[in-house]
C-alpha cells in the first residue's frame, strides 16, 4: 500500500513569489492535515480538509491556504513568501475515524531566499 | 487548550542500554497521544499511540509507552537501543472529539553511542 506522498520535494524560490505544494493521501484516507516544522517553532498545524472542506485551522496568516480535490489530493499554497516561510512543509492523512492516527509523507522543504 | 513538554532536548545512550524518553502534557479534556519517530530527511513515522485501555502500549522496533493520568505523562521506553534507533523523537497530542489537530512536543534528539 503506498504510503503519503508529496511533491516536490525540494523548492527553492525568492521572497515575493508564491508556491504551490501538492499532497496525495493513502488510498481510502479522506482526512489530509498539513503541518510546518521550523527549527525554531517545532511542528505546527497549518489546517486540514475532509471532503474537499477546511475542517480545522491554526494561527497562520492568510497568505497560507489550501483545498482538496474529489479524490482526496490536496494542494497548500503559500502567496508573497517571506524568509521565515522556509521550512520543511509536512502532509498527513488518515482514515475518517477518531482513533485512526495520521500518517506523514516525507515533506516538502521550500528554502527561500 | 493542549501542550506538550518534552523535557530532554537530547538524549545520548549507549548501544545495547536502555533509554526513557519523557512526555508530559496538559489538556482539559481527555487526549489521544502518540510517539512520533522522525529520520534525517523524512517524514514522522508512528512508533505508537494511546486511546484508551490499558496504560502499557507497544509499538514498533522494540519501543513501549505508559501511559500515567495522574501525572499527566507518556513516556516512551526501550530496554535495549541500537545505532538505528538515532533519530528525533516526538510525543503528540490530540483531543477524541474529532478535533484533527496534533499538538506536538518539541522533540528529542536520541544519540546512539556505538
Known amino acids: 500500500k503506498a504510503g503519503v506522498t508529496q511533491t516536490p520535494r525540494y523548492l527553492i524560490k525568492t521572497r515575493g513569489q508564491q508556491v504551490t505544494l501538492s499532497c496525495s493521501p493513502i488510498?481510502?484516507?479522506?482526512?489530509v492535515s498539513w503541518y510546518q516544522q521550523t527549527p525554531g517553532q517545532g511542528l505546527q498545524f497549518l489546517f486540514e480538509?475532509?471532503?474537499?472542506?477546511?475542517?480545522n485551522k491554526g494561527n497562520f496568516p492568510g497568505r497560507f491556504s489550501g483545498r482538496q480535490f474529489s479524490n482526496s489530493r490536496s494542494e497548500m499554497n503559500v502567496s508573497t513568501l517571506e524568509l521565515g516561510d522556509s521550512a520543511l512543509y509536512l502532509c498527513?492523512?488518515?482514515?475518517?475515524?477518531?482513533?485512526?492516527?495520521?500518517?506523514f509523507g516525507d515533506g516538502t522543504r521550500l528554502s527561500i531566499l | 487548550a493542549q501542550s506538550v513538554t518534552q523535557l530532554d532536548s537530547q538524549v545520548p545512550v549507549f548501544e545495547e542500554a536502555p533509554v526513557e524518553l519523557r512526555c508530559n502534557y496538559s489538556s482539559s479534556v481527555s487526549v489521544y497521544l502518540f510517539w512520533y519517530v522522525q529520520y534525517p530527511n523524512q517524514g514522522l513515522q508512528l512508533l505508537l499511540k494511546y486511546l484508551s485501555g490499558s496504560t502499557l502500549v507497544k509499538g514498533i522496533n522494540g519501543f513501549e509507552a505508559e501511559f500515567n493520568k495522574s501525572q499527566t505523562s507518556f513516556h516512551l521506553r526501550k530496554p535495549s537501543v541500537h545505532i538505528s534507533d538515532t533519530a528525533e523523537y516526538f510525543c503528540a497530542v490530540s483531543d477524541p472529539f474529532g478535533n484533527e489537530k496534533l499538538t506536538f512536543g518539541t522533540g528529542t534528539r536520541l544519540t546512539i553511542i556505538p
Open positions: 498527513a492523512s488518515r482514515k475518517d475515524s477518531n482513533n485512526q492516527p495520521q500518517h
Open positions: 480538509y475532509f471532503s474537499e472542506t477546511q475542517r
Open positions: 488510498s481510502g484516507h479522506r482526512s
